[in-house]
Every structure is written in C-alpha cells, then in structure tokens.
C-alpha cells in the first residue's frame, strides 16, 4: 500500500512540474520554443525572398 501511495504522490509531482515548466502561459518552455522557431522561420524566408 505504501508503494502505491508514494507511485501516486510522484506521478502527481511530476504532473505539477510539468505544468509549471512547459506549460507556464507565456513564460513556459513551449511558448520560448515557438517564438524562437517563429523568429527562424521569419530570418530564413527573408534569406530567400533576397535572392
């Protein structure tokens, strides 16, 4: 029973960080990496719309 309790309390602790990390609005990893892919995106077509 113990196991399982503390199975369940990690699973929970890992659930929290993950939502406070990755998926934090505005300041989380995800939102970082589609506004730098977006900046890329941007730089790479300026490079072939120049030539």
Known sequence: MRNILMTVM???????????????GDTGMRNNIKVKGDTANTNINALNAGS
């Open 10 to 24: 990690m699973l929970i602790v890992v659930a929290l960080l993950f939502t406070s990390i990755i998926n934090n």
